[in-house]
Each structure stands twice: as structure tokens, then as C-alpha cells.
């Protein structure tokens, strides 16, 4: 079966760096994508990868090795804001969206 | 106007009652998708449509029915619906990056949610 796995529930303190890791097992792969869920707000598009490396976004940035079917994704000089859901998604050789659970990010001052 | 508009934001049933969700996008997108997200579960994929068609149905019980009636408006109709149903709908739309048959999603781009609580 296909299967996302990341942390259910993470914490950090502000200012600090937070990784949030995302392995999977999918039929194919074409890209992974990390999304950030707010609590009661719609889920917002952080970045997708499709290659091997690193994509860095501001503060963000997401990794991906195919070979190790793992991502991660890191936040730099964390926020209060950053407090949210991060979910993990990959797209298989179907284009079918894969979701993980979602790791639910706290953040402390 | 939000990109991705979705109401009622809260809606509490009884498990034989009737009603509809209702999504709208201000996007252009040719896509439009329902999920269903519960706590601490993945977010299931339930109906998705291209131009309107509907392209994929995830073998979702038949007291959902999706209707798109143009590619800005998508609807979930409800009815004899089960405590288990509750959870958080969410719409979605995107650009379909497919040719062909099947829906290459973009990146996504959702509504708040509907919390639905049926008693």
C-alpha cells in the first residue's frame, strides 16, 4: 500500500530552527508537496519538489532525496506564527495525491 | 473576493436531514476537488471534477452527491448522513497540468472548511 508517514506533534521554541521530516511509500513519484494548515483556516501551499536537493523559500526551505523516499522541511528563526499543521503530500505515478497526518508544529517563547 | 469560498462555515444535521455545501472559486481553474479531513487523519480524497466532468469518485457512500454545475461552483448535498460523517469538508481548486484523461493537480488551493456535526 502507499503510506506517508511524519510526526504527529512537534515542539519548538521561537527563534530556533524546527526540521519536520516526511518519508514515503508510493507507486511512482511525481513531486512532493508541503503544505501549511493554520487551525480553522484552509490549507496554504508552501513548496514542491520533484527533484533531488534543496529548495530554499524565505525562511522555509524542503528537502528531497528519492533515492531515500524521505523530505524534510525547515523553518529558520521560528515565529509564534509558524505555530500550525504541516502536511506532506506526494504525487504518485497516477497523479493521485498521497497525504500524511500532518505534524502539528507548537511553538514556545 | 478570497480565491476559494466556501459556506456554511459550521452546519449541524440530524442524520435525516438534507442539505448542501457549497463552494465557489474566483481562480479560473478548470478543477475542483472535495475532501474530507478528521482529526489526526490524512485528508481523504473524495470527488473531483475537470470542465465539470467528474473525473474521480473515491468510493464515497452514496449520501454524498457532488454537482458541479459550472467550473466555478461545486456542491456536496447531504442527506441520511451517520455520526461518523463529521468532520471538516474542504473544497479545493486548481489548474489541471493533464492532457489527457486523468486530473494532474497543481497546487492546491483551499477553502476554509465546512465543520459539519451530525447528531
Known amino acids: 500500500g502507499q503510506n506517508i508517514d511524519q510526526p504527529t506533534e512537534m515542539t519548538a521554541t521561537e527563534g530556533a530552527i524546527v526540521q519536520i521530516n516526511c518519508t514515503y511509500q508510493?507507486?511512482?513519484?511525481?513531486?512532493l508537496f508541503w503544505y501549511q494548515q493554520h487551525a480553522g483556516e484552509a490549507p496554504t501551499f508552501l513548496s514542491y519538489?520533484?527533484l533531488d536537493g534543496l529548495e530554499e523559500k524565505g525562511r522555509f526551505s524542503s528537502f528531497l532525496s528519492r533515492s531515500k523516499g524521505y523530505s524534510y522541511l525547515l523553518l529558520k528563526e521560528l515565529q509564534m506564527k509558524d505555530s500550525a499543521s504541516y502536511l506532506c503530500?506526494?504525487?504518485?505515478?497516477?497523479?493521485?495525491?498521497?497525504w500524511g497526518a500532518g505534524t502539528k508544529l507548537i511553538i514556545k517563547p | 473576493e478570497t480565491g476559494v469560498t466556501q459556506t456554511p462555515r459550521h452546519l449541524v444535521m440530524g442524520m435525516t436531514n438534507k442539505k448542501s455545501l457549497k463552494c465557489e472559486q474566483h481562480l479560473g481553474h478548470n478543477a475542483m476537488y472535495w475532501y474530507k479531513q478528521s482529526a489526526k487523519k490524512p485528508l481523504e480524497l473524495m470527488f473531483v471534477?475537470?470542465?465539470?466532468?467528474?473525473?474521480e469518485n473515491n468510493s464515497v457512500p452514496s449520501r454524498f452527491s457532488p454537482e458541479c454545475p459550472n467550473s466555478s461552483h461545486l456542491f456536496l448535498h447531504l442527506h441520511t448522513l451517520q455520526p461518523e460523517d463529521s468532520a471538516l469538508y474542504l473544497c479545493?481548486?486548481?489548474?489541471?497540468?493533464?492532457?489527457?484523461?486523468?486530473?494532474?493537480?497543481?497546487?492546491?488551493?483551499f477553502g476554509e472548511g465546512s465543520r459539519l456535526t451530525v447528531l
Open positions: 503530500a506526494v504525487m504518485d505515478s497516477n497523479y493521485q495525491l498521497i
Open positions: 519538489n520533484v
Open positions: 508510493t507507486s511512482g513519484f511525481n513531486g
Open positions: 471534477y475537470n470542465f465539470k466532468e467528474q473525473t
Open positions: 479545493a481548486s486548481s489548474q489541471d497540468l493533464g492532457t489527457g484523461v486523468v486530473t494532474v493537480t497543481g497546487e492546491l488551493f
